[in-house]
């Protein structure tokens, strides 16, 4: 008689997981491989199905564009310095509603606190241009009530203010995903570790430094990489709120990929400044994660 066969558990698991591969290869991989095809091509948005081969012609006309090294900086200087805010902002509130400060209401003051991650991109920048705006700006209102300011600050067509202003919306609105994320990680520290701290003679400063911080560093890690990534890739709030002015001061690749494939109709090179946004982000991710794992050695 015949031994029947029986499927290994690698083998189940791969053929539980196909369906899901073949969705994310039809979403992601196809995608990303047609746009990298379309980088090497000259193709307009009239003539989108003829392609003539062109080559790295579009790299070396966007990395010998001065426009493009701006928006770069431009990029990575809003992004960075409103994920180091966010990061600030989200671990104060994340050790105030999870301390002994606050001793009612700490569920009540969590939900305010969300509220605006909860708001939609288009919604909370049209709420924000009206309260920056020059004439009618709630926030001009408020530093001339204070006498802060004797005149409206051009807050939108100032190159200066308008870096401020696009800062300032992405910290309010991406804060409570990081402040989330570390209240889950405090409340994972051992109760039994602090304690033991306190009757050693630590105090907060040195349980925070030594015990808190270590604890919760892969959190942070993870928080606000994934936070980079989301302001790397967000169009809505820099285009309804600036849309990348006052010239392109506030301009990123994002809205960078968005004109130049839809208002000047090149589809090839806005593939290749896609292409090139993402080896960045690669180039980042990799080199951050290393430098946060001690560069992969072993102790």
Not at 52 to 72: E, H
Not at 262 to 268: A, E, H, L, V, W
Request: a positive charge; one cysteine or more; aromatic letters at 12%.
């Amino acid at each position: 008689m015949q031994k029947g066969r029986f499927l290994t558990d690698k083998q189940v698991a791969v053929i539980l997981l196909l369906p899901v591969l073949i969705i994310l290869g039809s979403v992601g991989v196809i995608p990303l491989v047609s746009a990298l095809q379309m980088s090497l091509t000259k193709t307009s948005i009239i003539s989108i199905s003829q392609h003539k081969f062109v080559g790295l012609r579009n790299f070396m006309d966007i990395l010998t564009n001065a426009d493009y090294w701006q928006i770069v900086k431009n990029t990575f200087l809003i992004t960075g310095i409103a994920a180091a805010i966010r990061l600030a902002i989200a671990l104060g509130l994340a050790l105030l509603l999870t301390g002994t400060i606050i001793k009612r209401g700490k569920n009540l003051f969590r939900s305010l606190f969300i509220l605006p991650w909860l708001i939609p991109g288009v919604a909370m920048a049209i709420v924000w241009m009206w309260m920056l705006g020059t004439r009618v700006g709630i926030i001009n209102y408020l530093l001339r009530s204070l006498h802060l300011i004797e005149a409206n600050l051009p807050w939108l067509a100032d190159k200066m203010l308008a870096k401020v202003s696009v800062i300032t919306v992405f910290v309010w609105g991406g804060t409570p995903f990081i402040m989330i994320v570390l209240i889950a990680g405090l409340q994972t520290i051992p109760q039994d570790l602090i304690d033991a701290s306190r009757i050693d003679g630590a105090g907060y400063w040195s349980r925070f430094l030594f015990i808190i911080l270590p604890l919760l560093r892969s959190l942070m890690a993870i928080a606000v990489l994934l936070s980079l990534i989301y302001m790397f890739q967000n169009f809505v709030i820099i285009y309804t709120l600036t849309g990348g002015g006052p010239g392109i001061a506030t301009e990123t690749f994002s809205l960078y990929v968005y004109k130049t494939a839809f208002d000047i109709g090149r589809i090839g090179r806005a593939c290749a400044i896609g292409t090139t946004w993402l080896m960045f982000l690669l180039v980042f991710a990799i080199f951050y994660l290393r430098s946060l794992t001690g560069g992969g050695k072993k102790a």
